[in-house]
Nanobody, 127 residues
Framework: QLVESGGGLVQAGDSLRLSCATPGGNFNSYAMGWFRQSPGKEREFVAAIDWTGTAPSYAESVKGRFAISRDNAKNALYLQMNSLKVEDTAVYYC??????????????????????WGQGTQVTVAS
């Protein structure tokens, strides 16, 4: 039910914006997140955001370079990635957390807290 797009091959220092299309409806009231997985590594948290889009959270490795946002009117989640590094190369996944969360909850960094996942989109950053 979640479909990522926007991945591709870029050079180090370039920017890329990932999108995640959601079914809308209840998904507009769920916290959502982005995770990534590099070959031979565990999937890791990248960023998350509350249902209102006003409370983002980030992994330290991307803080200041990536920005998560959402547009509930368009049933979409985004990840703007700037100053990309070779180590950002990974398959990027969006995910939805259907749990009832308190106001201001900025999303979880734990995979187990997410209930729906997309199929992923490949981002490759060349040096």
């Amino acid at each position: 039910q979640l479909v990522e797009s926007g991945g591709g091959l870029v050079q180090a220092g370039d920017s890329l914006r990932l999108s995640c299309a959601t079914p809308g409806g209840n998904f507009n009231s769920y916290a959502m997140g982005w995770f990534r997985q590099s070959p031979g590594k565990e999937r890791e948290f990248v960023a998350a955001i509350d249902w209102t889009g006003t409370a983002p959270s980030y992994a330290e490795s991307v803080k200041g370079r990536f920005a998560i946002s959402r547009d509930n009117a368009k049933n979409a989640l985004y990840l703007q990635m700037n100053s990309l590094k070779v180590e950002d190369t990974a398959v990027y996944y969006c995910a939805a957390d259907i749990g009832v969360r308190p106001r201001g909850y900025s999303g979880s960094s734990l995979e187990d807290d997410y209930d729906y996942w997309g199929q992923g989109t490949q981002v490759t950053v060349a040096s």
